[in-house]
């Protein structure tokens, strides 16, 4: 949701930068096929630590 924002064919519209928190899991600023195999490494584990990304 963008509040006060109106959409119109042929205007641009930007938005501020979104912070998607655990996204990252290897912390590289992206959010990829390199997180979702980290992800996907860890299917069905039990819970573990993790660090936050920077």
Do not use: Q, Y
């Not at 912070?19 to 819970?47: H, K, Q, Y």
């Amino acid at each position: 949701m963008i509040p006060l924002t109106e959409v119109a064919i042929g205007r641009v519209l930007t938005v501020p930068a979104l912070t998607l928190p655990f996204g990252d899991a290897n912390g590289d600023g992206r959010i990829d096929i390199l997180d979702l195999s980290m992800a996907a490494a860890n299917f069905s584990d039990i819970i573990k630590t993790m660090a936050l990304p920077h």
